[in-house]
T-cell receptor, first 109, second 114 residues
């Protein structure tokens, strides 16, 4: 079956630290997104990035589709970055998105 | 605000009951997806509709059903509720059915079954 693996599963950071979250997928994708689920349960779109690199403030993401992975970079982390980060992929010829199990991030003041 | 509207935000009911969750997609989006998220779990895909037709099915129980109406809003019906059905139910929408189109989530409906 389709595998979407995220690492690390848990991450604890001190405020101001940088981090890299990884998403590996087992098949060719035509859509990849990163989401942040905040402590209130809301799912926030971070990046729509089937390939290439994008930046939005302190966050950036890179997807290397040919090598089947994507990275989410968080720089100068803040306590508001806490929550769970999910990647989701949409595969060719499949009509649904596959979600990874998430990386739970806790940023301490 | 993603533009996807879900109601109700919170719902408390008893075992054996039936509830209906409602979703209005973003303006112009034809696809609606339903996901279930149990406590501290990932997102489980339930079902997808595209322009009124069922397009893909995931791990949706037979006690659950859904539909998408001509105005593109969707409803998820959960019946004979069990304690284990307590979860956050998300609706998401995208412009197209597959291959392209960014997914946007509503704020979810938190269901508690007592």
């Amino acid at each position: 079956g389709i595998q979407v693996e995220q690492s690390p599963p848990d991450l604890i950071l001190q405020e101001g630290a940088n981090s890299t979250l990884r998403c590996n997928f087992s098949d060719s994708v035509n859509n990849l997104q990163w989401f942040h689920q905040n402590p209130w349960g809301q799912l926030i779109n971070l990046f729509y990035i089937p390939s290439g690199t994008k930046q939005n403030g302190r966050l950036s993401a890179t997807t290397v589709a040919t090598e089947r992975y994507s990275l989410l970079y968080i720089s100068s982390s803040q306590t508001t970055d806490s929550g769970v980060y999910f990647c989701a992929v949409h595969l060719y010829n499949f009509n649904k998105f596959y979600f990874g199990s998430g990386t739970k991030l806790n940023v301490k003041p | 605000d993603s533009g996807v509207t879900q109601t109700p935000k919170h719902l408390i009911t008893a075992t054996g009951q039936r509830v209906t969750l409602r979703c209005s997609p973003r303006s112009g989006d034809l696809s609606v997806y339903w996901y279930q998220q149990s406590l501290d779990q990932g997102l489980q895909f339930l079902i997808q509709y595209y322009n009124g037709e069922e397009r893909a099915k995931g791990n949706i129980l037979e006690r659950f059903s859904a539909q998408q109406f001509p105005d593109l809003h969707s409803e998820l019906n959960l019946s004979s509720l069990e304690l284990g059905d307590s979860a956050l139910y998300f609706c998401a929408s995208s412009v197209v059915s597959a291959n392209t189109g960014e997914l946007f989530f509503g704020e979810g409906s938190r269901l508690t079954v007592l």
